[in-house]
């Protein structure tokens, strides 16, 4: 079982930037592929960004893709999601994912393991 706490969210005005954290319970380097994914009330989660277990290979979504950054400390068991330019509509909770495959991925059920999301609200 991997336990993933996520943190970092808030409020903050357009254009403020904020960097989300994500800690796992188990070491996580060698096995696991890590993604960001979100969800607003009354529509479905959807991917944010993704990471491959070194860092090298990363996934971004159209709508963020050139303001959020993700990455990974693998001597810390976390994953970051730097999210710059912010806007209203990125408004939403953001939750962590790990799957058993090195590979990131832009699919949610190919995840296996969620954290319990971060609020983050952008104000216009």
């Known amino acids: 079982q991997v336990y993933l706490v996520e943190s970092g969210g808030g409020l903050v005005q357009t254009g403020d930037s904020l960097r989300l954290s994500c800690a796992a319970s188990?070491?996580?380097?060698?096995?696991?592929?890590m993604g960001w994914f979100r969800q607003t009330p009354g529509k479905e989660r959807e991917f944010v960004a993704a990471i491959n277990w070194s860092g090298i290979s990363r996934y971004y979504a159209d709508s963020v893709n050139g303001r959020f950054t993700i990455s990974r400390d693998n001597a810390k068991n976390t994953v970051y999601l730097q999210m710059n330019s912010l806007k209203p509509e990125d408004t939403a909770v953001y939750y962590c994912?790990?799957?058993?495959?090195?590979?990131?991925?832009?699919?949610?059920?190919?995840?296996?393991?969620w954290g319990q999301g971060t609020q983050v609200t952008v104000s216009s």
């Open positions: 188990v070491r996580t380097s060698s096995t696991y592929g």
């Open positions: 994912a790990a799957r058993t495959v090195r590979a990131p991925s832009r699919w949610i059920n190919e995840y296996d393991y």
